[in-house]
Nanobody, 114 residues
Framework: QVRLVESGGGEVQPGGSLTLSCAVSDSIYRINRLGWFRQVPGKQRELVASITSGGDSTYADSAKGRFTISRESAKNTLYLHMNSLNPKDTAVYYC????????WGQGTQVTVSS
């Protein structure tokens, strides 16, 4: 089991940028795959992006070309760099360690509004 703590959420205007961080309590080398999910009220949590220990990343269609996921092993931290934000990106963003860990962070709110 690992503890995940997200930060960096906030309110931004359309077209703006934010970078989310996820501090991982254990060595990030032990976790083969990490990801960012997001959820809006009344909808299922959806995968935004994921990255493997080898650096292979995947993105939801809605995130391609705008978001970049990265991991910094020296700091045991996962990032999500988000550009060209629009109101549809408004959600609570969660950090997730894929199985065998299957652990979630507490989430950080991102609001895109003019």
């Amino acid at each position: 089991q690992v503890r995940l703590v997200e930060s960096g959420g906030g309110e931004v205007q359309p077209g703006g940028s934010l970078t989310l961080s996820c501090a991982v309590s254990d060595s990030i080398y032990r976790i083969n795959r990490l990801g960012w999910f997001r959820q809006v009220p009344g909808k299922q949590r959806e995968l935004v992006a994921s990255i493997t220990s080898g650096g292979d990343s995947t993105y939801a269609d809605s995130a391609k070309g705008r978001f970049t996921i990265s991991r910094e092993s020296a700091k045991n931290t996962l990032y999500l760099h988000m550009n060209s934000l629009n109101p549809k990106d408004t959600a609570v963003y969660y950090c997730y360690a894929f199985p065998p860990f299957s652990d979630w962070g507490q989430g950080t709110q991102v609001t895109v509004s003019s």
